[in-house]
C-alpha cells in the first residue's frame, strides 16, 4: 500500500462537475487499487484572481493579512467540495485547511515560507482509512495567522508534504 501525495490545480478542481466526475473519480480508482492517498488542491479556477479583484473593489492596498485570509478560503472550498464527493461516492475522505494539516510558516504574508511540517493530523487520518484532503498555498504562524505561500504555491504544499509524510512519490496534475 503505497503512500501518494497528489496535487490538483485550478484546472482540475475548475467546477463543480471537474471535482466530482474527473478528479473524484481517478481518487476513487487510485483509492480501490490500495493506494493510501494525500490529496493537494488549489482554488477552483479564476477564484484567486476573483477574489483580489473583489478586495480591490474595498482598497487598492488591501492589508496583507486581510487578504491573506480572504484567499485562503479558495483552497478550502475545492477540498471541502471534493471531499464531499469522494464521501458521497462511498470512501472516507476527510478535508483539511492548511492550518489543520500541520503547515507552520513565518510572518510574510503573501510570500511565507513553511518553516516547519507537523502532518500527525494527516497521520491519524490516513491511519483512520482516509483519504486526506489539503488545502494547499497556505499555512499559519505560530500565532495562528493565515499566511498564503504565494502564486503556484499549491504545487510546494505537495512536494513539501510529500516530503515531510516520506511518501513514495508526489503526482502534480494540473
Known amino acids: 500500500m503505497a503512500l501518494i501525495v497528489q496535487k490538483y490545480g485550478g484546472t482540475s478542481v475548475g467546477d463543480a462537475g471537474r471535482i466530482k466526475d474527473v478528479v473524484a473519480r481517478r481518487i476513487a480508482g487510485r483509492s480501490d487499487a490500495g493506494d493510501r492517498l494525500v490529496v493537494v488542491v488549489s482554488a477552483m479556477g479564476h477564484t484567486t484572481d476573483e477574489l483580489i479583484a473583489l478586495a480591490r473593489q474595498m ?21 471541502a467540495l471534493l471531499s464531499m464527493a469522494l464521501n458521497h461516492m462511498g470512501y472516507r475522505a476527510v478535508a483539511l485547511s492548511g492550518a489543520q494539516a500541520g503547515i507552520r510558516t513565518d510572518t510574510r504574508h503573501g510570500r511565507a515560507r513553511i518553516a516547519r511540517l507537523d502532518p500527525r493530523r494527516i497521520g491519524e487520518e490516513l491511519e483512520a482509512g482516509k483519504i486526506v484532503i489539503v488545502a494547499g498555498f497556505q499555512g499559519t504562524t505560530e500565532e495562528m495567522e493565515i499566511t498564503t505561500l504565494g502564486r503556484g504555491a499549491s504545487d510546494t504544499t505537495a512536494v513539501a508534504l510529500a516530503a515531510a509524510l516520506k511518501a513514495e512519490r508526489a503526482e502534480i496534475y494540473t
Open 59 to 79: 482598497t487598492e492596498a488591501p492589508e496583507r493579512r486581510e487578504l491573506d485570509l480572504l484567499l485562503s478560503t479558495g483552497e478550502i472550498v475545492s477540498a
